[in-house]
């Protein structure tokens, strides 16, 4: 990649509070790469969409994200707010716990030879999910560039959310999804796809760009970042003894063939119910439905 002004945004706390031990040799490393850069921290929720939108329309056309998922997609969200966003690209290194993106994007998790190799990336232009929903009753609007869910994930990560940053992987994502098993009920929805209307019942559903979420499950097995839809995942009314003994077969993708899930592909999703929803997008509690959900296609320019 040739010369660009180029800002990295650093989440300290990333990984279990490990990336701001990490962060002095990545410095270090992307020095030695002979591009020059500047550097901001992080310092709380929100803040990295608030650094990329100022950057991206400040002229930086590299902005480096250093951190999790969740850093990942704050910065996808400030590039995508700026109405330079055509002449940004993002770039990856992971130090976070879960890196569900980066497996379907095929960038490394390896954070020294993702700085060896990120100067010399490639651009591509993937897609993008937008979900517009309700916050507080407020109308709120998010990009997502992984998968954004309904239901029983959502619940789980806003329990996960709440519990010390000490563990990795999926061990948040496991715990959360244990507490929520106990006081879930699968919901009554109307989903809108296409001209096609119909209610469900569903444990959860998930509009999947990318193949994985919760740190390592293969969701979506056949979900693409660059063909232009998104996958929908629909489990329906399953009880939680089941959901128990098929959960396993998500880190494998084989859940795909239990008779319960359902998957299909759309542009645009609309879901509506008359009981409280919530959701999530890129494994961050954001709200509650009725929500849409559509894609935009070649959308974000991605390093890789």
């Known amino acids: 990649m040739a010369a660009l002004k180029t800002k990295i945004i650093v989440n300290p706390v990333a990984g279990a509070k490990t990336t701001y031990r990490k962060w002095p040799l990545i410095s270090e490393l992307l020095q030695s790469g002979g591009m020059p850069f500047e550097y901001q921290y992080t310092e709380g929720i929100g803040h990295a969409i608030e650094l990329a939108r100022e950057a991206t329309a400040s002229g930086y056309q590299f902005l480096v994200a250093v951190g999790g998922d969740g850093t990942v997609n704050e910065v996808a969200n400030g590039i995508l707010q700026s109405k330079d966003s055509c ?7 992971s130090t976070g716990t879960g890196g569900d993106f980066i497996r379907t994007a095929g960038i490394t998790k390896d954070y020294i030879k993702a700085c060896a190799c990120i100067y010399g990336a490639k651009k591509r232009m993937i ?14 609007q998010r990009y997502f560039i992984n998968s954004a869910g309904v239901g029983f994930d959502a619940q ?9 940053k000490i563990f990795g ?18 919901k009554l929805v109307t989903v809108c796809i296409g001209e096609r209307h119909e209610e469900r019942r569903v444990l959860t559903m998930v509009m999947a760009n990318g193949c994985y979420f ?9 979900a693409d970042i660059y063909d232009g839809f998104l996958d929908v995942v629909s489990v329906g009314d399953i009880n939680k003894l089941e959901l128990l003994k098929t959960f396993p077969r998500i880190y494998k993708g084989t859940h795909v063939t239990h008779p319960m899930v359902k998957i ?41």
């Not at 002449?87 to 290194?93: C, F, H, K, N, V």
């Not at 897609?127 to 709120?140: A, I, L, M, T």
């Not at 592909?265 to 849409?292: H, N, Y």
């Open 87 to 93: 002449e940004a690209t993002i770039g990856i290194i």
């Open 169 to 186: 992987g999926t061990v948040p994502y496991v715990l959360g999804l244990l507490q929520s098993v106990v006081s879930y009920k699968n």
């Open 127 to 140: 897609d993008v999910g937008v979900v517009d929903y309700f916050k507080n009753g407020q109308p709120c």
């Open 264 to 304: 299909e592909q759309a542009t645009r999703v609309d879901i509506m119910s008359p009981e409280k929803v919530v959701i999530q997008a890129d494994g961050e509690f954001l709200g509650e439905c009725p929500a849409s959900f559509r894609m935009m296609p070649a959308a974000l320019s991605l390093a890789l």
């Open 156 to 164: 789980a990560l806003e329990a996960a959310s709440r519990l010390p």
């Open 214 to 222: 919760g740190g390592g499950m293969c969701i979506a097995p056949k």
